[in-house]
């Protein structure tokens, strides 16, 4: 683990430098309080932090305040080196952010036990921070295809409809739906069902540019929400079409063909979120009826 050293001394820097190489430690030393807050402040910066009290520019109480008001997710364990010892000076520096000090001249062993509790709480810092956002990632997106699924892709639509609605920017919506899939599970299990929806999902995020989105509404359903205006939302459906269609899906020495039908429909004045939802559920249904494997775009005034 990465470990900064702030000591305006050299030979106290090479010492302490040294000393916590030994014990495992990545070592990165400044000569001043302004370059620790810096190196702190900067990507990739050290989890753990030796500041001396008193530093040229910043003090190390100062520094603990800085990296403190920055409130970052990334905890940054900051040990205090002081020569100070009254009561007063000990509450000044935890209260500006330090989590522990220790008193010049320091016991090596003493250094060392401090520093492995603080990495202890850094690591178990990460491993809080990670189980949050797998807890995250399981509340917005489907288990099986990786997409964002029904209430999150149903959010964005929401707060799309909302800025477009104040902004009178373009809004588009493009409901998806697996062609004969029914027949795919009850054939050859759901097994094959699962592989092709992996397949058509990937299928759909390969079609899409930097403004659309799309979710898993359920089941064999998908929605893309895009803000392309009308003119250009058919074109993504249809890229959208030959992208799921383009290659069968393997599943053993199984071939098997995957098309969709899709239907779009583009917000316009007046209009409410579930008027636009129910045109584009309505032009997938004459996709369907039409066909399937084709794209139906929803009349202009629904």
């Not at 050299?10 to 030994?22: D, I, T």
Request: contains cysteine; hydrophobic residues 40%; proline residues 4%.
């Amino acid at each position: 683990m990465k470990i900064l050293i702030a000591d305006d001394s050299s030979v106290s820097r090479h010492l302490l430098g040294s000393m916590v190489k030994k014990w495992g430690y990545d070592v990165v030393s400044v000569s001043d309080g302004t370059r620790a807050w810096e190196v702190l402040n900067g990507s990739d910066a050290p989890r753990l932090a030796i500041l001396d009290w008193m530093m040229p520019g910043l003090t190390g109480p100062q520094v603990c305040e800085s990296v403190r008001a920055k409130n970052s997710e990334s905890y940054t364990y900051i040990l205090l080196l002081t020569g100070r010892t009254q009561k007063e000076d000990v509450i000044e520096g935890m209260t500006a952010g330090a989590d522990d000090y220790v008193v010049k001249p320091f016991d090596q062993q003493e250094l060392r036990v401090r520093l492995r509790a603080g990495r202890r709480i850094v690591e178990l810092q990460d491993e809080l921070l990670c189980a949050r956002e797998e807890l995250r990632q399981r509340a917005t997106h489907d288990a099986l295809t990786g997409l964002k699924n029904r209430a999150c892709i149903r959010q964005i639509l929401a707060e799309r409809y909302e800025e477009a609605r104040r902004s009178g920017a373009p809004l588009g919506l493009v409901a998806l739906d697996l062609d004969r899939f029914k027949l795919v599970n009850d054939t050859y299990g759901h097994a094959a069902g699962d592989a092709l929806l992996i397949a058509a999902s990937q299928s759909i995020q390969n079609a899409l540019g930097p403004t659309d989105v799309v979710g898993r509404d359920g089941g064999e359903e998908f929605l893309v929400v895009s803000s392309r205006p009308p003119d250009s939302l058919a074109a993504l459906a249809e890229s959208i079409r030959g992208a799921v269609a383009a290659e069968p899906v393997a599943l053993g020495d199984l071939q098997l063909p995957v098309t969709a039908s899709l239907g779009c429909a583009s917000l316009h004045p007046g209009a409410d979120l579930n008027r636009l939802l129910r045109a584009a559920d309505e032009a997938l249904y004459a996709a369907k009826r039409n066909g399937r494997n084709r794209v139906e775009t929803a009349s202009a005034g629904f």
